[in-house]
């Protein structure tokens, strides 16, 4: 029986769903029985991992990984920087949480005996692989960053991370070959390791055609409305929500229509807010025919996301790259992104530089995108369209392939 890990990195959820997508793909090609799937994760992912597979908790394992500190806008950069060396937010320092982790990891692979590793996130499973000549295959959108608003000082970690990336065999990058790779910017490999790098292309979700009519479809139907999307780990979803507040305070968007998406389960969310400043529940909004301005959505369905994304104009994101690659490459929607890392201003960067969104740093920014969009809105759509159509979204199957050729 040969033994696949699959090591997932806990910070944000993109990780989590390519390695599910790519999990669904290898199982068509291995038989149950002549293959067992390790998971590694921790916190909110280890999680969903249970949740996902309750008949394999023998095959999730729980490890500490290193992430960074949280603040207020995303990851803290002063409280990240001083936890190298002293203990920060019950976290022990960086250095022994590396040197726990590595342990705990080199544990596993040694008794567990994988015979092929793949990971999304997790650069040192790479170093733990090539010591045990272990085939290890990385998983990635990013590489070197371009650095901005001066965080030179991430220079010398970020040497660091491509450093053990490099350390894989193989290096599957989940975006379309260029010049369609819209996470361009976050790479920049060097010639030495070019040999070992594959697009595979995005690991999109692909549209569900057949699906049920919900009550969010009677409410959204006939109506000119954006998607406002909060993502991302509790500080990025907090922040994100009280800009999207300062934004729809303002003037100009007093008449313009939303759905904004929370991220979280909890169904004590969900409220439709009239134009009369009332706030009714999605059931009687619909009974009465309430006009409204915005829903206010705990956590959509995959189903109800495709409603949102076939019926809305435009959709507001912080700029991750499995959002963007859903919403511009397989939905052919524009979109307005306000970052919170410098990955998504690199990713935002690139999709404004071709027409089919546009980068906005504050809220006068989004306002004035939003009116811009509508007002060409045609030639938004031309360019998301030329986009879509060259736009790689199998990279899961294409990945399964590979995968399997190697085993």
């Known amino acids: 029986m040969k033994k696949i890990a699959e090591f997932i990195y806990p910070w944000g959820n993109g990780h989590y769903q390519r390695m599910m997508s790519l999990n669904n793909e290898l199982l068509k090609y291995t038989n149950r029985h002549d293959f067992q799937f390790h998971f590694i994760s921790m916190d909110h992912v280890y999680e969903k991992l249970i949740k996902r597979f309750p008949q394999k908790k023998e095959f999730i394992h729980k490890i500490l ?4 500190i949280d603040g207020k806008k995303g990851p803290s950069s002063l409280f990240s920087l001083l936890n190298l060396l002293i203990p920060i937010s019950n976290k022990p320092p960086l250095l022994k949480q590396i040197f726990q982790y590595l342990i705990k990891e080199a544990k596993l692979y040694d008794e567990k005996k994988f015979d092929l590793v793949i990971s999304d996130g997790d650069v040192g499973s790479n170093v733990l692989a090539k010591k045990r000549k272990i085939n290890s295959i990385f998983i990635t959108n990013q590489f070197m960053p371009k650095l901005w608003k001066s965080h030179f000082y991430f220079f010398p970690s970020l040497l660091f991370i491509a450093k ?11 975006d379309s070959p260029p010049p369609y790779t819209m996470c361009e910017y976050n790479l920049n490999f060097p010639k030495e390791i070019k040999n070992k790098v594959t697009y595979v292309g995005h690991f999109a979700n692909k549209i569900n055609t057949d699906k049920e009519v919900t009550k969010l479809d009677e409410l959204l139907n006939g109506n000119d409305f954006g998607y406002w999307m909060r993502t991302g780990n509790k500080s990025t979803n907090e922040f994100t929500g ?26 004590n969310i969900n409220c439709v807010i009239g134009v009369d400043g009332k706030k009714y529940s999605i059931a009687k909004a619909i009974e009465q025919r309430t006009e409204w301005k915005q829903i206010d959505i705990g956590y959509l369905t995959e189903n109800e996301k495709q ?28 979109i307005i992104g306000i970052p919170v890392y410098d ?11 071709r027409g089919l969104g546009i980068l906005a740093n504050n809220k006068k920014q989004v306002v004035k995108a939003v009116l811009d969009i509508k007002n060409n809105y045609n030639k938004y759509l031309e360019k998301t369209y030329i986009f879509s159509k060259n736009f790689v979204g199998n990279g899961a199957e294409k990945a399964a392939r590979i995968i399997n050729k190697m085993l």
């Open 65 to 68: 990984m290193p992430v960074p």
């Open 164 to 174: 053990q990336i490099s350390k894989a065999e193989k290096i599957f990058v989940a």
């Open 242 to 267: 009280e800009r999207y507040n300062e934004i729809f305070a303002e003037y100009e968007m007093k008449n313009e229509k939303r759905i904004v998406s929370h991220a979280q389960n909890n169904n």
């Open 307 to 334: 409603t949102v994304l076939n019926l809305c104009k435009y959709a507001v994101v912080n700029g991750s790259h499995t959002t963007i690659g859903e919403i511009v490459g397989v939905n052919e929607k524009p």
């Open 343 to 353: 990955e998504h201003t690199n990713q935002l960067k690139w999709i404004q530089e």
